[in-house]
């Protein structure tokens, strides 16, 4: 062999490492399954497997569970008020499901609460498979237990009138001794046990407000409803002022075309004795009212103010004791009902 020959033959020779990585590529494209170890310094997930959504993204839970009667659905309301997504008898086999779609959107759903009671008993064995199953994904989860004295609670079914979920042919102390035994495991694993026998709706929102609002004031949100006396009261209204005491602007022809939300018509009706006035005093007396609906737990309040029409008088009013209101820090929505009508 000449010199020539034995230096081509080694030229065409594959090197070791060529051959490692000719092995390599080979083997990842018959097995496209297996795949490399992660690099130093990759994520590991927590078992809730979400393709681009950090771990921070998995929403905090608390499941809502107690006695029939108890306060389940007041609970639950709370909770709702306060920002949580709040789901009604879900399933238990499906807690885990909910809580990876709410991972799943990006922080949009960061905390869940979930309703479980014996309505479906069919489900509930697979609860403590499910708070299992969230415990090794370490996801934060609390179990509020809702209690009640078994004299309060045939009491407030009795006043309703319906029947204990399972007391079937029997009494509904007879659905309430089953439905104690079914939830002992349950309460002993509680992280908050509420008894609501000599409470009232308010009194069991304020306990929830303790434990969830952390150190924010419940949020009270506001309506002011403009609206005409001649077209009838609002029916959800909580609170009803009537403008008719100032004159009205239908009567002015410049103005009557107009409605309260011109400016003409609204420095007509604010020049007007007593206008300004009232409109102090009564945004004075709303901070009251405000201070005690947060103390009782209520949200939502719907101030309607009424003129003849709902045109002139009612509109311009509304406007300036929401600009208060929102002033207060209170969340105000402003609708002007018959405005239009005429």
Request: proline letters at 6%; charged letters at 30%.
């Amino acid at each position: 062999m000449t010199e020539h020959d034995a230096r081509e033959r080694e030229e065409e020779r594959p090197t070791q490492g060529q051959d490692a990585h000719e092995a390599h590529k080979e083997t990842s494209e018959e097995h496209p399954e297996r795949e490399a170890p992660p690099e130093d310094g990759a994520q590991v997930g927590t078992g809730i497997e979400t393709p681009g959504v950090p771990e921070t993204a998995i929403p905090e839970l608390v499941i809502i569970s107690g006695m029939s009667g108890a306060g389940r659905s007041t609970a639950a309301k709370c909770l709702e008020d306060l920002g949580w997504f709040v789901v009604d008898n879900l399933p238990p086999a499906l807690i885990p499901t909910m809580v990876e779609l709410g991972a799943r959107s990006q922080g949009n759903v960061a905390r869940i609460a979930v309703v479980v009671d014996v309505r479906g008993r069919r489900f509930f064995d697979n609860l403590r498979e499910s708070l299992a199953d969230l415990e090794s994904k370490h996801v934060t989860r609390r179990i509020v237990f809702l209690e009640s004295s078994d004299e309060a609670l045939v009491r407030r079914f009795e006043s309703v009138r319906r029947p204990h979920p399972l007391q079937g042919d029997g009494r509904i102390v007879d659905g309430i001794d089953a439905e104690r035994e079914l939830l002992r495991e349950l309460r002993g694993d509680a992280d908050l046990v509420i008894d609501t026998s000599s409470l009232n709706v308010h009194e069991l929102r304020a306990k929830m407000d303790a434990q969830f609002a952390g150190d924010e004031e419940p949020e009270l949100r506001a309506t002011v409803m403009s609206f005409g006396f001649k077209y009838g009261l609002p029916v959800d209204a909580d609170l009803v002022v009537d403008m008719r005491f100032l004159p009205n602007p239908h009567w002015v022809p410049e103005l009557r075309p107009f409605t309260g939300l011109n400016e003409e018509v609204s420095a007509y009706v604010f020049n007007q004795p007593g206008a300004k006035e009232f409109l102090d005093r009564y945004a004075e007396l709303l901070q009251l009212i405000a201070a005690g609906y947060r103390r009782e737990g209520k949200r939502y309040v719907t101030v309607a103010v009424g003129c003849t029409g709902g045109k002139h008088r009612s509109v311009a009013t509304s406007e300036k004791l929401a600009a208060r209101l929102a002033s207060q820090g209170v969340e105000t929505v402003v609708v002007h009902r018959d405005m239009g009508r005429e």
